[in-house]
């Protein structure tokens, strides 16, 4: 599952995606653990899109019912705070990297008394509107043309 935020192009997109054990990602914690990728184009970082897209997977998660999300960064990555921001923890360091993970049955990790929900496709950020989207391919990896290239 995906999201992508749009400001007239796709400026940034986020997706969860299930790995076997046998080929894990570097912030993969189990099979039943889905790893979150994000990124938003240069341009229109520090505009809170980055909130929008995290904030509408984590909902998406809780439609599904996943039990936790994990995703990996480097320590000196700016989007840590993000990540902190909205409950995720470190829990290991591999090669350097640290792998995090966010609980999503703790209601407290992003204020929401509930622990379910649907994903929210239309939010607006300055003019920006996240919506859901394909973001993969059918083998599942990530696929955003737009963003290609772009080191978003």
């Known amino acids: ?3 992508v935020a749009e400001d007239g192009p796709p400026v940034g997109a986020a997706w969860l995606r299930l790995l076997p054990e046998q080929d ?3 912030g993969s914690v189990d099979e ?3 790893e979150l990728s994000i990124g938003v184009v240069p341009t229109h970082r520090g505009r809170g ?3 929008l897209l995290l904030e509408a997977l984590i909902e998406a998660s809780r439609g599904q019912r996943y039990a936790a ?3 990996s960064g480097e320590p000196d990555n700016p989007a840590r705070r993000l990540y902190e921001r909205h409950g995720f923890q470190v829990i290991d360091t591999v090669d350097g990297s640290l792998t995090c993970c966010w609980p999503a049955d703790d209601p407290q990790r992003d204020g929401s008394a509930s622990g ?3 994903l929210c496709c239309w939010s607006a950020c300055a003019g920006v509107v996240v919506r859901e989207g394909d973001v993969t ?3 599942g990896e990530a696929r955003v043309p737009a963003l290609a290239g772009r080191g978003g």
């Open 32 to 34: 039943e653990t889905p």
């Open 1 to 3: 599952m995906g999201v």
């Open 69 to 71: 999300l994990s995703l």
């Open 24 to 26: 894990p990602g570097y």
């Open 49 to 51: 899109i980055g909130s």
């Open 137 to 139: 391919s059918s083998r």
């Open 116 to 118: 379910q929900g649907t």
